[in-house]
Each structure stands twice: as C-alpha cells, then as structure tokens.
C-alpha cells in the first residue's frame, strides 16, 4: 500500500451481539468502533430512543476527544408495501420476538465519512479524502 | 369573595368548553437551519408583536433552548394558549471548520461548536416535556436524514402527536412532495416562514394537532 492510500475499516457487528445488551451498553458497543476510527456496519437498527442516546453520547464526545466531530448515520430497511395483511402481521411479530434485524444501520466517524446520502433504495457514502 | 372565585371557576371551565382552548407546550424540532426559529418568530409576530430569538444563515445560531409563554392563538373563533419551545436544531456531528467557511475566527468557531453540541443535548432531553411538536424541514433537503427519522421515531415512540412543516417553500429548488413521500403517516403543511406564506393552512393544522393531545 503507498503512503497516498488510506484504509478504511468497516466492523460489521451482528444483531445477536447486540441483542442481549441494554441500551446504554449497545451505544457505547458502537461509539468505541466508531471512535476508532472505523465505520460500523449494524445488523438490524436500534430503537429510535437509543438513536437518540447515541446522539447525545456522540455530542458528549465531540470537543472531548481529540479530532471526534461526531458521526454520520444511516438506516436502510426493506419495504414491505407489497406484502399482504398476513405477511406484513408475520413480519411485526417476528420483530417483537426477535428484534428488527431486516435493516442495516451504518454509522461512520465524521472524520472518515463526509455525508451519508440516503435516499429510500440506496445509500451514498462520500468520504473524506 | 367566595362569589367571586366560584364565578371565575365557572367562566374559566365554560370558557374552555366552548372555545377549545388549551394551554400547551409546542416544541420546534428540526435539524439545524430548517427555519424553527423564523417559525417560532412568524407565529410571535403574528400574536405577540415580539420575536422568540435570532436567526442566522450560520448553523446552529439557536444553542439553548428558548421560549415564549402564554401565546394566544384565534383561528375561526377557536383559542390556543401556547407556549412555545424553540429548540437547538439536532444533528449528528459539529465540526467548528464548518463555521470558519462563514469568516467565523477559529476560537469563536470553536465556542459556537461547544455550545452548539451542548445544545443537541438539551433538545433531546426536552422531547418528553412536550405536548406537541412541529418538525421543521426544509423543503430544499433531501428528507431521508437519520436526524429526522431520529426526531419523528423518539416523538412516536413518546406518544407526541406531530406536524410536519416544510419551510422554505419560496425556494426554486423546494419539493414538498419528496417531503410527503418520506412521511406519508403525517401531514405536511409547505410554509415559507420567512414571507409568511401558507400560515393559514398551518394554523388550521396547528388546530387539528391540538385537538390529538
């Protein structure tokens, strides 16, 4: 690799490593990825009340640790217009059960990812030079 | 004496039976630079005569929290009673060079970065204190951030009820209908709280969201 090269790590993390956590064990899983510099490829997503507490853990961080501006995040769930009544029941309760594991969640350190561009079929992700 | 209080309780209890008022904590959500702050102003101006707080073209130029009690709201004989919470824009990342691109010094940058994550923070922590909330988006963004997928989810998950306003309408490159394609569960209401345009429709949206409560 020349010296021009950059790395880039991503850690995927499965939904079964996360899944027996509590929420404030599963942010702090994916801040101490993120804070080394890798981008976090998640099995599933969190619950919208975690997505908050990784903000605001995120924001505790930044100015604190050196160079951390914070993070870029992005969520990419299948649609399930098409299914029917039965399906889409199906599909509610195995979450309960098991948990929402038919999404990714990507979460990059705002030093290595410039923007997340999402829109509902793909994903964008620009990085810093 | 005794009269007299009776009296009051009275006027106060029929007074609010017949004219749907209510007395309410708004809260003005959004990312940062959406225009809750030129909203929460239009709405003051329009009741109060006064503002709630500046506005900037810089990002992040609300960092606390800022309110205005007691704003009385008429719409087709009907009353509201607000106060309003205006609310640091959330974001995911605050990086001060950011700022230097507005001519900022890189001290005051960097005290605008502090304050503005200590803001995040705060918005967040306000969510549950809220009877309703207006999400402020602008209509000139993609609508798919995490941020207002964040924001909506913690006020669904908070049983908060929600309207979704897509600001800077006024705007060549504004598209409500991308807005309305990202949150069809919601109603969207296109304003341009900068000129004022579309603040009867808001209204009467603001009517219907109180009476969810």
Redesign the interface.
Known sequence: MSTKDRKLTLSFIPYSDIEKLDSMKRVKKILDVVLKDRIVILQGRL???E??SL??S???L??RIKNF???????IQGKNEDNDFMSKVRIRMARALVGDRDALTIIGP?AVVKE?????SKIDLMLKR | MVIRIVKNFFKRVFSNIFTGKKNLSLGFYGPPNAGKTSLANRICKDWTGEEIGRVSKIPHETRMIQFKEKVEIEYKGKKLTLKLVDTPGIATRIDYEDFLKFGMRKKEAQQRAKEATSGVIESIKWLEDMNAVVVVLDATENPYSQVNITIIGNLVARKIPVLIVANKVDLKKAEIKKIEAAFPEYEVVGISARYGTNMEEFYESLFKLAKKI
């Open positions: 619950e919208a009340t997505e908050a903000i605001q995120t924001m505790a930044v100015g501006r914070g993070v870029e995040l992005a969520v705002a997340i561009k999402k829109d509902p």
